[in-house]
Nanobody, 114 residues
Framework: QVQLVESGGGLVQPGGSLRLSCAASGMSFSANTMAWYRQDPEKQRQWVASIFSRGNTNYADSVKGRFTVSRDDVKNTLYLQMNDLRPEDTAVYYC????????WGKGTLVTVSS
């Protein structure tokens, strides 16, 4: 059974940084494109960034230049380095693959506030 466990969220001031992690198990992690998503209570879940199995990346325009997605296929872990955080980045962050979703994890809450 596939399990995705996100961690690393917290409270940070505007302009600050956080690094999120997503530990994956029960799947062939290295063979899968993986992605980060986020959702706040007033919006639908939205795509943030993707990384392909060979390391190519794509980003939503709202985070381009501030966020960096990476992966460690030995540790079966996905990362999201978030810099220059803004209040509008506040959300619960999830990882999953972008096609044929696995069961969603619980996510990790990021709150950007002064």
């Amino acid at each position: 059974q596939v399990q995705l466990v996100e961690s690393g969220g917290g409270l940070v001031q505007p302009g600050g940084s956080l690094r999120l992690s997503c530990a994956a198990s029960g799947m062939s992690f290295s063979a899968n494109t993986m992605a980060w998503y986020r959702q706040d209570p007033e919006k639908q879940r939205q795509w943030v960034a993707s990384i392909f199995s060979r390391g190519n990346t794509n980003y939503a325009d709202s985070v381009k230049g501030r966020f960096t997605v990476s992966r460690d296929d030995v540790k079966n872990t996905l990362y999201l380095q978030m810099n220059d955080l803004r209040p509008e980045d506040t959300a619960v962050y999830y990882c999953n693959r972008p096609v044929g979703y696995f069961n969603w994890g619980k996510g990790t809450l990021v709150t950007v506030s002064s």
